[in-house]
Nanobody, 121 residues
Framework: QVHLVESGGGLVQAGGSLRLSCAAS????????MGWYRQAPGRQRELVAI???????NYADSVKGRFTISRDNAKNTLDLQMNGLKPEDTAVYYC???????????????WGQGTQVTVSS
């Protein structure tokens, strides 16, 4: 079992910045990919950014150039630096990890509880 704890959401004015963090804990697992997703009211959950264990990143077109994803493999932590925030970035942001369990070799997705980001105009 892998447990995720997110932090860093809040209320910010348009043009402002926020930094989200996610920490993964548990035992006998190896993280393959880590990512951030978001879900706005009435909309489907969508990918914001993802990063592999090797550091390869991928961003949604809507956040390219404004958001930066990073991870610390030694600490199993994930960050999302969000700059130039827009009202349309308002959503609940979820941390996601895709792991390989070292004993069973099973591959599993885990989700954080979500953190609210609200951008006022």
């Amino acid at each position: 079992q892998v447990h995720l704890v997110e932090s860093g959401g809040g209320l910010v004015q348009a043009g402002g910045s926020l930094r989200l963090s996610c920490a993964a804990s548990g035992s006998r697992f190896s993280i393959v990919t880590m990512g951030w997703y978001r879900q706005a009211p009435g909309r489907q959950r969508e990918l914001v950014a993802i990063i592999t264990s090797g550091g390869t990143t991928n961003y949604a077109d809507s956040v390219k150039g404004r958001f930066t994803i990073s991870r610390d493999n030694a600490k199993n932590t994930l960050d999302l630096q969000m700059n130039g925030l827009k009202p349309e970035d308002t959503a609940v942001y979820y941390c996601n990890v895709f792991v390989r369990h070292l004993v069973t070799e099973a591959m599993t997705d885990y989700w954080g509880q979500g953190t609210q980001v609200t951008v006022s105009s």
